[in-house]
């Protein structure tokens, strides 16, 4: 069997979909910008000398998209065309829920592997409940304040195992799933919800404060993201605002034969 690239192999989702994979005996490769991990592969979007022989030998790839760009398409066609070149036949892409195909943004890669490869899965996944656990929750809570733009709109947050066990059936069922997948947690919460979810599990009380997009972009650009990229993440909270994530799909039990895992799941087995 040819090994599975697995970009962003040390992050929240590629970590999950490699350790998926490993316990099917599926040979992984795991790759990562840095030249002193072991048993990784090199790779950076950023250094397009990495991407040819990352893909050596390759069957099939997980392909999160380079992180924090607003416009990725530019640095993801070359190295489809180059995955295409050395025979890849199947490419499961990590998309957003939230964005839709278009030819712009994170939406402007999913025609790119639809087109690019003969097997193809587009993961359209609801927002991760693990953006509220470790370092990653420092980027909307402030001060006992959890931010949003959102107002009372509510997301069916999703366990970032669940999108690994979809994306690894995607790589690995025998028949390809050539289609986008729209993957949601069991339950729709609002950040208020959130916020009173994690101060009964942690016991430090956070409270939700809505804002404005544009306060939220400039927190985000505070905190060390891109401005442009900030902008187009904190405006997707004013589409949550509008009730666009307020939906619960069932695709991952439909994919794993398991339900969805809830926000106390996840809070009980990952917080402290
Ligand atoms: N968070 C959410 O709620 C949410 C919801 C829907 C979709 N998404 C999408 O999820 C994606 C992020 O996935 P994730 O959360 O699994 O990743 P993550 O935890 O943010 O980790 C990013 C990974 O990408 C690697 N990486 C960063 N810059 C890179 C570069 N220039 N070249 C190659 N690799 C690079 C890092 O590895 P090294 O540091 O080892 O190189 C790391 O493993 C984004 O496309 C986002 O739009 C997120």
Excluded: K
């Excluded at 397009?48 to 640095?75: F, K, R």
């Amino acid at each position: 069997m040819a090994d599975v690239l697995v970009i962003g192999a040390t992050g929240t989702t590629g970590s999950r979909v490699a350790a998926f994979l490993r316990d099917r005996g599926v040979p992984v490769r795991p790759a990562s910008r840095r030249h002193d991990l072991a048993g990784h592969v090199r790779f950076d979007w950023a250094a397009p000398e990495t991407h040819a022989p990352a893909l050596s030998g390759a069957g099939a790839v997980y392909l999160v998209a380079p992180i924090g760009v607003a416009e990725p398409a530019p640095l993801v066609a070359p190295f489809l065309d180059e995955a295409a070149r050395q025979g890849v036949r199947r490419v499961v892409l990590l998309g957003s829920s939230a964005v839709p195909e278009g030819a712009t943004g994170l939406g402007a890669l999913y025609r790119l592997v639809r087109d690019g490869v003969p097997e193809w899965t587009v993961l359209r996944a609801s927002w991760f409940m693990q953006n509220f656990a470790g370092d990653a929750l420092a980027l909307r809570a402030r001060d006992g304040e959890l931010l949003s733009a959102t107002g009372q709109g509510r997301v069916a947050f999703i366990d970032a195992g669940d999108i690994a066990s979809v994306a690894g059936h995607a790589l690995i069922d025998e028949a390809p799933h050539n289609t986008e997948h729209v993957l949601t947690g069991p339950e729709p919460l609002s950040y208020a919800d959130v916020a009173a979810a994690l101060t009964r599990r942690t016991g430090r009380p956070l409270r939700h404060r809505a804002v404005t997009a544009d306060e939220l972009a400039r927190h985000f650009a505070a905190h060390g993201l891109p401005p442009d990229f900030a902008a187009t993440l904190a405006a997707l909270d004013t589409g949550i605002g509008g009730g666009s994530e307020d939906r619960v799909t069932g695709t991952v039990e439909r994919v794993t034969g398991r339900p969805a895992r809830t926000f106390r799941e996840f809070c009980a087995r990952e917080l402290r």
